[in-house]
């Protein structure tokens, strides 16, 4: 066989095995959005390429890649393994977890470091088996092993909802013997994360990609609680999770942007100087620019707000600190907060005990390194409003525009909305469902959120 002949039939069977395994994972979407239809644009969101050194299918959030051998072999068996493959991308995508680093992300991998990557990408994979195997649906239903009945069974002991990092904070403290390790690994491993930008230390995250799948997950939210009727016994935990990774993925330094305001600071405005004629006045007088830079510029930054802390004793210490050391993370950066601030700290139960003005970074910390709180009654949220009310008399502040109320939310709330943006902050931990009043903004947070790193 001629050389060019012998190329013209790789490349033949290259398009057919490129086509067959494209036609598999189309079969597995369709037969998936009959019964979910809730998940159609997430479903619809991939094209498909062989990849022949992946191990059996994987994705990086846009293209599914397939080893065709692979595929056409796990479809022979069962399809209903396609199936629940395609899915178990899917959810991976949704919940974003091809973004999820851990603090040595970006470090060059040791036996330490590769561990954690393997307890990562494990607790991935069990989060979303855990969630499909709870889902009530012909096209992926299919029988449990013993091993994995067993996991379920500890896992769901807390009786919290089993996200990634829920799970990979359990098998933490299990303390698991290599053998263990790897019998969990091969239970649970469906897809190859090797595409993972995660995976990659050395590349940028993409918010595009992480943006896209967040709309994708909010619209599905949308859907199961607005819209759709299939959210119910069928779909087991999913919309919880959908919730839990919706009020985890926070950005606290944008919420805090909220309670911003414009305001002068002193420095140059590169936006309205015009370098043109400053340089062309130094060239033709020698050291006379024609223009000067403006010494001010307005931006929009944090200058007041108030923090309450409810120190009923409902409330956790530990986690009062973690909310404050959070609070003083975000207030120590320069492009989020002005020079000089007026924040109070208020600590209140049934009564005001203690109002703490903080004007800096450094009045902050010292807050910090010496908290004590005071009061352990029942919660009236009454009285700090009240409070703030005869600060706002006295001119204590010239443009409030928010207070945070970290509590676990059992109290006796204001009837009148007050002047300024409300925020209740809940710890997940603690949270049961309560209604805030309508003027009021509610934030659930999990402790996981502390201290996460690069996620």
């Not at 320069?334 to 209140?348: A, D, L």
Request: hydrophobic content about 35%.
């Amino acid at each position: 066989m001629e050389p060019e002949d012998k190329t013209q039939e790789i490349a033949e069977r290259a398009e057919r095995l490129q086509e067959i395994g494209s036609s598999i994972l189309r079969a597995a979407r369709d037969e998936l959005y009959l019964g979910m239809r809730f998940l159609d644009v997430a479903l619809s969101s991939f094209s498909y390429q062989m990849d022949g050194q992946i191990h059996g299918f994987g994705t990086d959030g846009r293209v599914m890649y397939f080893q065709p051998q692979m595929l056409g072999g796990l479809y022979r068996e069962n399809r209903i393994l396609v199936n629940r493959g395609y899915l178990h991308m899917v959810f991976h995508c949704i919940f974003r977890h091809f973004a999820w680093r851990g603090a040595e992300g970006r470090k060059r991998a040791d036996d330490g470091t590769k561990i954690q990557e393997r307890m990562r990408d494990l607790s991935c994979d069990i989060a979303v088996e855990h969630m499909i195997d709870g889902m009530n649906y012909r096209s992926i239903r299919f029988s449990r092993s013993l091993l994995r009945r067993e996991t379920y069974r500890l896992l769901e002991k807390e009786g919290k909802t089993l996200n990634a990092q829920r799970v990979y904070k359990i098998l933490s403290e299990w303390n698991l013997s290599e053998k263990d390790f790897t019998d969990l690994e091969q239970e649970f491993r469906t897809d190859d994360h090797r595409y993972w930008e995660s995976k990659k230390p050395d590349q940028k995250p993409n918010p595009m990609l992480s943006r896209k799948w967040g709309e994708i997950n909010d619209g599905i939210e949308t859907d199961l609680e607005t819209f759709s009727q299939e959210a119910g016994e069928r779909d087991g935990d999913f919309l919880e999770q959908i919730k839990t990774e919706n009020r985890s993925r926070y950005d606290y330094r944008e919420f805090l942007r909220k309670f911003a305001v414009f305001h002068e600071e002193l420095a140059v405005d590169d936006d309205s100087f015009d370098y043109n004629f400053y340089t062309y006045g130094l060239r033709l007088y020698g050291n006379m620019p024609l223009i000067e830079p403006l010494e001010s510029k307005e931006v929009k930054k944090i200058e007041e707000f108030v923090i309450v802390i409810d120190t009923s004793m409902s409330c956790s210490g530990e986690l009062v600190r973690k909310f404050l050391e959070e609070t003083y993370g975000v207030l120590s950066e320069s492009e989020n907060f002005f020079t000089k601030i007026n924040v109070h700290i208020i600590q209140c139960d049934e009564k005001v005990h203690t109002d703490k003005k903080i004007t800096s970074q450094k009045e902050m910390k010292d807050y910090m390194e010496h908290l004590e709180l005071y009061g352990d009654g029942g919660t009236d949220f009454r009285p700090a409003f009240e409070w703030v009310d005869k600060l706002l008399e006295q001119h204590e502040f010239h443009n409030l525009k928010g207070l945070i109320y970290f509590t676990d939310g059992f109290g006796i709330y204001p009837k009148k909305m007050p002047p300024y943006k409300t925020v209740f902050v809940f710890m997940q931990d603690n949270y049961r469902d309560v209604d805030v009043p309508v003027w009021a903004m509610k934030l659930i947070l999990d402790e996981d959120d502390f201290e996460k790193t690069d996620r």
